[in-house]
Nanobody
Framework: QVDLVESGGGLVQSGGSLTLSCVVT????????MAWYRRVPGKHRELVAS???????NYVDSVKGRFTISRDNAKRTAFLRMNNLKPEDTAVYYC??????????????WGPGTRVTVSP
């Protein structure tokens, strides 16, 4: 069984920082692309940042210059460093990963989500 275990969410004041972590657990062949999404109540889930296994990154415009996605392939872990947080960053953040179970079989997984609340 494969799980994505997220941590690092919480309550922070505007201008503060948090770092989210996501670990892929279970027996797998390889972790490919990883990403962080977020959802505000009443809105669609939004892609925040993504990173390939080779380290290529992509960000939504609203977080560029403030958030940094990174990963440790040996530890199957992705990170999202969030600086200069704003109240509009308040959301539930979800980890997403493309996991290969064998050379020819890949499946997409979601974490349960971790809540980030930014107070004014």
């Amino acid at each position: 069984q494969v799980d994505l275990v997220e941590s690092g969410g919480g309550l922070v004041q505007s201008g503060g920082s948090l770092t989210l972590s996501c670990v892929v657990t279970g027996q797998i062949y390889r972790v490919n692309d990883m990403a962080w999404y977020r959802r505000v109540p009443g809105k669609h889930r939004e892609l925040v940042a993504s990173i390939t296994a080779a380290g290529a990154v992509n960000y939504v415009d609203s977080v560029k210059g403030r958030f940094t996605i990174s990963r440790d392939n040996a530890k199957r872990t992705a990170f999202l460093r969030m600086n200069n947080l704003k109240p509009e960053d308040t959301a539930v953040y979800y980890c997403n990963a493309d996991v290969q179970h064998s050379p020819n079989y890949e499946y997409n997984y979601w974490g349960p989500g971790t809540r980030v609340t930014v107070s004014p």
